[in-house]
C-alpha cells in the first residue's frame, strides 16, 4: 500500500494472497488509504491457498497493524478475542477466491475450514475458484500463434 503511494499509481484491484497479505484488504477500506486518490476506485480480491495458515494473533498485537480498536469486533479482525488476518481479510475483500472450484467448495464444509466455514458460506457470493495452474494445450510455446517466435525444452 505504501508503495503505491510512494510510487503514485493508480490501483484498480489489490489482490493479496493469504494471511500474510489480507489485511491489504481492510487497509483499503480504512481511514488509513481510502481517501487517497490512488485507491480511490479500487477494489480487492483475496486468494485463499491454504485455510489453514490464518494469521492468529493475540489481541495485543493490534498496535502493529495500525489499526484501532475500532477495527476489533466480528465483522472485521476479532475472532474469539483474538487477531485473525485471514478471516479479517474475507471480511473485507470485494471478492475472495480460492486456488481451484474444488477447494472452493471444500472451504465451505467445517473439516476443511478450520472454523471459518460460517464466515465464509456467509460470504459464498463473493467466493469464487479458479484453477491454479496453466492450460498446455492452448498455452502450448511450441505452437502458440500469439507468440513472438515458438520455442521448446529441446531448443531454446
Known sequence: ???VLALHLPVDVIHANDWH??????YLRSELYCHYENFKNARSVLTIHNIGY?????????YWTGLGWGYFHFNCIEYYD??????????????????????????LDPWFSHGLDPILRDRS??????????????????????IFANFSAKEP
Not at 21 to 26: D, E, F, R, T, Y
Open 21 to 26: 497479505a489480507a489485511l491489504c484488504c481492510v
Open 82 to 107: 483474538q487477531l485473525n488476518f485471514l478471516k479479517a481479510g474475507v471480511m473485507t475483500a470485494h471478492m475472495v477466491n480460492a486456488v481451484s472450484p474444488t477447494y472452493a467448495n471444500e472451504i
Open 1 to 3: 500500500m505504501q508503495a
Open 54 to 62: 490464518q494469521g492468529v494473533f493475540g489481541k495485543e498485537n493490534l
Open 125 to 146: 457470493y463473493k467466493l469464487s475458484g479458479i484453477l491454479n495452474g496453466i492450460d498446455t494445450i492452448n498455452y502450448d510455446p511450441e505452437t502458440d500463434k500469439d
